[in-house]
């Protein structure tokens, strides 16, 4: 169990090293046209990265669950509907707890 709360903070320190690094930025940096266009397509790599993760088993098969494939496409509706990157991610988030409840 040590092994597993050493990881937690590991993680932990990194994170907050990486946020550090972000706002100590100069402004001239967050400002470049290349560090835009990258900012602007990180969620869609990360949302991308979520569903790659949940849509495989831990027998490395894809297992398909309707609940995800229903949770994806609110996530299509709510960025068809042009909402910000963490409104898609709490309505998939809710259609998935809603229909975990129901089942």
Do not use: H, N
């Not at 990265?49 to 229903?70: H, I, Q, T, W």
Request: aromatic letters at 4%; proline letters at 2%; hydrophobic letters at 65%.
């Amino acid at each position: 169990m040590t092994g597993v709360w050493v990881a937690v903070v590991v993680a932990s320190l990194g994170c907050y090293a990486l946020k550090l690094a972000g706002v100590s930025l100069p402004a001239s940096v967050l400002e470049r046209d290349d560090v835009q266009r990258v900012a602007a397509m990180l969620p869609v790599a990360m949302l991308a990265a979520l569903v790659a993760v949940e849509l495989f088993d831990s027998a490395g098969s894809l297992g398909l669950d309707l609940r995800l494939l229903a949770a994806v496409a609110a996530g299509v509706v709510a960025l068809i509907l042009r909402q910000s990157f963490l409104v898609v991610i709490i309505v998939a988030a809710v259609t998935t707890a809603v229909l975990r409840a129901l089942t």
